[in-house]
């Protein structure tokens, strides 16, 4: 079992920069997938960035590339999300997920634990 708690979300002007933090509990967290997707009013959840279980392979969405950065560390249980050059479109509920069986998805239904998520707002 293991429980997620994101941290670090708010309101930032279109072009700031935010940083996301993901908190885990268990003893197993450094053998997980961790992903974060993210859930705009109306929206699906949709995929943001994962990052495998020994950090040195990540993936994101085509819409965050070059922007968003994951990374983790595993002696804090932590996961983080850094993201720049925010846009409007960036304004979600972010949730961060882990994946125990490692299957390295993109899709939410693949993630079995998930914190309860923390608001990014992006004003233009």
């Known amino acids: 079992q293991v429980q997620l708690v994101e941290s670090g979300g708010g309101l930032v002007q279109a072009g700031g920069s935010l940083r996301l933090s993901c908190a885990a509990s268990?003893?197993?967290?450094?053998?997980?997938?961790m992903g974060w997707f993210r859930q705009a009013p109306g929206k699906e959840r949709e995929f943001v960035a994962h990052?495998?279980?020994?950090?040195?392979?990540?993936a994101y969405a085509d819409s965050v590339k070059g922007r968003f950065t994951i990374s983790r560390d595993n002696a804090k249980n932590t996961v983080y999300l850094q993201m720049n050059s925010l846009k409007p479109e960036d304004t979600a509920v972010y949730y961060c997920?882990?994946?125990?069986?490692?299957?390295?998805?993109?899709?939410?239904?693949?993630?079995?634990?998930w914190g309860q998520g923390t608001q990014v707002t992006v004003s233009s």
């Open positions: 997920a882990a994946d125990s069986h490692r299957y390295y998805s993109r899709t939410p239904h693949d993630y079995e634990y």
């Open positions: 268990g003893r197993t967290f450094s053998s997980y997938v």
């Open positions: 990052i495998s279980w020994s950090g040195d392979s990540t």
